[in-house]
């Protein structure tokens, strides 16, 4: 059946100095982690408004994650930093990884980080210390996705595999090759039936993870470069995924048919590489890159 999405460019949100990283949505707004070493909240209703919440001098952020007590962010040197923008006195800063901190989740009480180092941390929230380490992967951890139906955990690493983990046991149930030479991308469907990836081979595939296992449904030749990031839409039914070519897709979710191309002429879209994105509601979708600016997307169908 064919669908038409309607978008819209909304707002440009700018300020940055550096290439933005990571997203994170708020109950009013969102935040950005930028390789300036910056990280903001924008208000919801007010493009022009941003505020510093956290500096890191001389270092660059690369991922983010809320908390129920605050933010988690990680650094290129390998740092996690627990920040409590209400009480800065008491933000953490601990050394851990090695190679950078790619990508942050949290989980209940608990986050997940993964490290250029390939290790995968579970760390407690209550406590901003580290719970368990899993050497996982002999290069680096890119990027994680959680599955609440089954609780489980998808790793992506640059070993061009991705891994489907037991989140409680923190024990790996099955990997597979994916995308060579590096996994960027996971996203787990509502149900958790499916898992969806991309990577440095600028396509995007879809896993049937129902058994614990990783079996490729579909692969498609999405983009022309890296595709960095995915974002399921909160009803299910749509896939956005954000790539280096500049370009941001959506896709219908169970058949990876292609719906709609934001382009940087026509949509007056981004002008350099799409790092990462995020659905703030059904009809609003964020997306950042190395051009420095958050634009705001409403998409109708």
Known sequence: MF??????????????????????????????????????HWHREDADFGRVVATVEGGKFLSLTATPEGLVAGTLDGGVHWLYPDDPARNRHVAHHRRGTFSLLTVGNQVYSA????????????????????????????????????????????????????EPRLSLLASAPAHPPSVFALAFSAD?????????????????????????????????????????????????????????????????ELLKVIEVVRDKGHVNSVNTLAWLDDHTLITAGDDRRVLEWKVKV
């Open 3 to 40: 669908v038409k999405l309607m978008l819209r460019r909304q707002s440009q949100r700018s300020g940055h100095r550096a290439a933005i990283y990571d997203l994170e949505p708020a109950p009013d707004g969102f935040y950005s982690a930028a390789a300036d070493g910056y990280l903001v």
């Open 115 to 166: 490290g250029g180092d390939g290790v995968l941390t579970r760390w407690s929230i209550k406590h901003a210390r580290t719970e368990e380490t899993l050497p996982l992967c002999p290069n680096s951890l890119r990027r994680l996705a959680y599955d609440p139906v089954r609780d489980r955990l998808a790793a992506g690493g640059s070993d061009g595999k991705v891994y489907l983990l037991d």
């Open 192 to 256: 958790g039936n499916t898992l969806y990836t991309g990577g440095r081979d600028a396509a995007l595939s879809r896993w049937d993870v129902s058994q614990d296992q990783l079996r490729e449904q579909q692969r498609v030749t999405a983009h022309l470069m890296t595709i960095n990031a995915l974002a399921l839409h909160p009803g299910g039914k749509y896939l956005a995924t954000a790539s280096r070519d500049k370009t941001v897709k959506l896709w219908q979710a169970d058949t990876l």
